[in-house]
């Protein structure tokens, strides 16, 4: 079959990071060609650099006008439409769905949420006036939801550990042994450089991974953005590259603990099995603090009471002294959390279920 997907950006990597990696699961497991139509075409060739040529060459990237710029001649429809994160599809695009002879299945692709009403309303129709038929589509952990992009699988840290890509060599000579990794990859406005020195009490040593341009927001919530950051000796910072995903796969499978934003991200520090803060895109009606407190309910589900406690603490941005007591019990959670998704997605997870919904 074929697929149009349509992605604008307003998380600049989450969105684009779950759009290719949506598009590279049809492709590459499921043998689908799929177009991408973004509206921020630097941010989606960023993600998908280093990736695989086979599997690049695989997926028509265009930008959001394409799909409109040849309004004139006759469409040839797609099999399936996906507006991601429901996002209104071009009007002249749309009508030359409506005079195409075979008309496609539209699908609103949510945003993941683990929250309990989208069992309700997953695959639910949506009808439209231009008589296309429309359904939601919500990806989320339930049984009976959409599932989670789980492709590809990350392998046990010890079996990749020696493997390191090309663009982070250079970083990864910086680290320390026998030093703990914390990667960090957060909106601004969080208390990033007050954690760090709290963190700096804990009587250990830290190698911090900051992802591209987190150095550059640290230094700019400093009192002092034009000096040099002031650090204990105890906590070293390491800026890296920008990567593609599976580069960024890789460095969450090898730290110890992730700090991740965005949607993408946050479903791959959990494949990683490492404990992890998720900043959630922050939302004016604040309705990131219900879906963040869905997702904790979930995830915490069968956690000991000490163990809620220092999880919530952490998503909240308590300091480190606050819940480290609880790091171990945490990272032996993050594995089992990591072994029961894997069983519960055995089916393929959101790429598989798509495509069985279509069929």
């Not at 939801?145 to 789980?150: H, K, M, R, S, Y």
Request: proline content about 8%.
């Amino acid at each position: 079959m074929r697929w149009d997907i349509f992605c604008q950006i307003v998380d600049n990597y989450g969105d684009a990071g779950v759009c290719w990696r949506l598009a590279r699961s049809l492709t590459s497991l499921h043998g689908q060609d799929v177009r991408i139509f973004c509206d921020d075409l630097p941010t989606l060739n960023l993600l998908a650099s280093g990736v695989d040529p086979e599997i690049k060459r695989l997926i028509d990237v265009q930008p959001w006008e394409a799909s409109h710029n040849n309004s004139r001649h006759p469409v040839d429809p797609p099999d399936v439409v996906i507006e991601a994160f429901g996002c209104d599809l071009p009007e002249r695009y749309l009508a030359g769905l409506l005079i195409a002879p075979k008309k496609p299945i539209i699908l609103n692709l949510e945003y993941l949420s683990a929250e309990p009403w989208i069992v309700e309303f997953h695959q639910k129709a949506s009808p439209q006036a231009h008589g296309i038929p429309k359904y939601f589509f919500f990806p989320g952990f339930q049984e009976n939801v959409g599932g989670i992009l789980i492709d590809p699988i990350p392998k046990e840290p010890s079996l990749t550990k020696q493997l390191i890509p090309e663009n982070l060599r250079a970083s990864w000579k910086l680290l320390r042994p026998d030093t703990k990794r914390i990667s960090v990859f957060c909106y601004p406005g969080v208390p990033l450089l007050k954690w760090l020195e709290d963190l700096a009490t804990l009587d250990e040593n830290f190698d911090i991974v900051l992802t591209h341009g987190q150095r550059e927001q640290l230094q700019f919530s400093s009192a002092h953005p034009t000096q040099p950051l002031a650090l204990p000796e105890s906590i070293k910072l390491i800026s890296i590259p920008f990567v593609s995903q599976d580069e960024y796969d890789w460095v969450l499978s090898q730290c110890d603990f992730n700090i991740v934003r965005g949607e993408d991200s946050f479903v791959r520090a959990q494949l990683a099995g490492k404990p992890f803060i998720w900043h959630i895109y922050p939302q004016e009606d604040r309705a990131h603090e219900t879906k963040l407190a869905a997702f904790l309910d979930l995830y915490l589900e069968d956690a000991s009471q000490e163990l809620k406690h220092a999880v919530i603490a952490a998503m909240t941005w308590a300091m480190p002294s606050d819940w480290h007591q609880s790091i171990d019990e945490w990272d032996a959670h993050s594995k089992a959390w990591r072994a029961d998704l894997l069983e519960k997605q055995a089916d393929g997870g959101l790429a598989a279920r798509l495509m069985g919904f279509v069929a």
